[in-house]
């Protein structure tokens, strides 16, 4: 039996519940002034809200007991039915990369985070083997390289073939490879240019996280330049000239500038709209998201020689979306406009416009082992 409103009438709910019916919702206080339409949208947040739209121009909604066709306001004790299919049908999970570049002797990927670069110890999906499966007929099968962190995103190469990555690992190794990383980290960078270098070693206990140490650990050589400041934010430009794990990670955090999503070093967890924008306001009984919710370290750019040809390729990777999207909500807060302007600063020159070009690094041993994970 569906529940009337003169059921809540001397004490509607305080929070919107469910009666009876997944289908069947009782208005509470928590959605109160809000229409139709967007309490449905509240309700059933994964579904596609032209779906929205389409129930209640067919006639598939209800208020108290009465068919409506367009939206209107709600009160608290209202009941809402809606006879329609509710749940949200399945997507295919879209692949966690896209080929880049590829040539004879290897391929370039853009990574998503979250996703391990090779196989971990959890044997949860990793990039190589899902490559590897989904090029069953291939001649060669995708080779392990260099690694890029499994919470990071960007550009990652893999060899086809042994004498590919045999080429590739000794130009890794001997640092003829040019890595280019964006990150966006708290705090105002005080040097507009600077090279960080120190001895990094690997902390004990269960959980991977790096350290500095006085002696008896590997060299960890980065370049860091300001690219563009934000209202307590910066985006920095960071090349690695080693392949150190989380040498990107630790050197910012040692600068006091942890990355967004780093909760290893200390870095801001998640990202809310609500901490960058003053006077923010979310509508009621609305569950705010975050704006990014994983580190914000992305790969763009990897120039290197092709074994297959041997001229230099460079590899580019846009930056995803929801840092675009993050950088886009940044900029409006700082007031500044979003057309050239703001294009112009993420574009990380190389050769003659190289702007590392007068920063001298040190004389370093080649590294003969496969690199670690870079950032």
Excluded at 252 to 278: M, P, T
Aim: net charge positive; proline share 7%; charged share 30%.
């Amino acid at each position: 039996m569906v529940p009337r409103p003169d059921d809540f009438a001397e004490a509607p709910p305080t929070e919107t519940v469910e009666m009876g019916s997944p289908r069947c919702l009782v208005v509470g206080l928590d959605c109160r002034s809000m229409n139709l339409y967007r309490f449905l949208r509240v309700r059933f947040p994964r579904l596609p809200r032209s779906r929205f739209h389409r129930w209640i121009a067919d006639g598939q909604v209800r208020v108290n007991g009465a068919a409506v066709i367009d939206s209107r306001p709600l009160r608290a004790g209202d009941v809402v039915e809606v006879d329609a299919e509710v749940e949200s049908t399945p997507r295919r999970a879209p692949r966690p990369w896209k080929i880049l570049y590829e040539d004879e002797s290897m391929l370039a990927v853009e990574k998503s985070a979250g996703v391990a670069a090779a196989p971990e110890r959890s044997r949860k999906p990793d990039l190589l083997t899902l490559l590897r499966e989904a090029r069953p007929s291939a001649t060669e099968v995708p080779k392990l390289v260099h690694r890029l962190d499994k919470h990071a995103s960007g550009v990652v190469v893999y060899a086809l073939g042994r004498a590919a990555k045999q080429a590739l690992v000794k130009d890794f190794a001997e640092r003829r490879v040019t890595k280019d990383y964006l990150a966006l980290v708290s705090g105002h960078l005080q040097e507009a240019l600077s090279l960080q270098r120190s001895q990094v070693a690997a902390s004990s206990g269960r959980r991977v996280r790096m350290r500095v140490v006085p002696h008896g650990g590997k060299d960890a050589v980065t370049l860091v330049r300001r690219a563009f400041e934000f209202t307590g934010f910066t985006v920095v430009h960071a090349r690695p000239i080693t392949g150190r794990t989380h040498q990107i990670r630790l050197h910012l955090h040692a600068l006091g500038n942890s990355i967004v999503g780093d909760d290893v070093y200390h870095g801001v967890r998640q990202l809310f709209l609500s901490q960058i924008k003053a006077g923010y306001r979310r509508s009621r009984g609305e569950v705010e998201r975050p704006l990014l919710d994983r580190l914000a370290l992305h790969a763009t750019r990897l120039r290197l020689r092709s074994p297959a040809t041997g001229n230099d390729v460079v590899i580019e990777s846009p930056l995803p979306r929801d840092i675009q999207t993050t950088l886009r909500q940044l900029q409006k807060t700082a007031g500044l406009r979003p057309a050239e302007e703001f294009r112009q600063w993420s574009k990380l020159p190389l050769g003659e416009d190289d702007p590392f070009a007068e920063v001298t690094t040190p004389d370093l041993t080649p590294d003969l082992e496969l690199e670690e994970p870079q950032s």
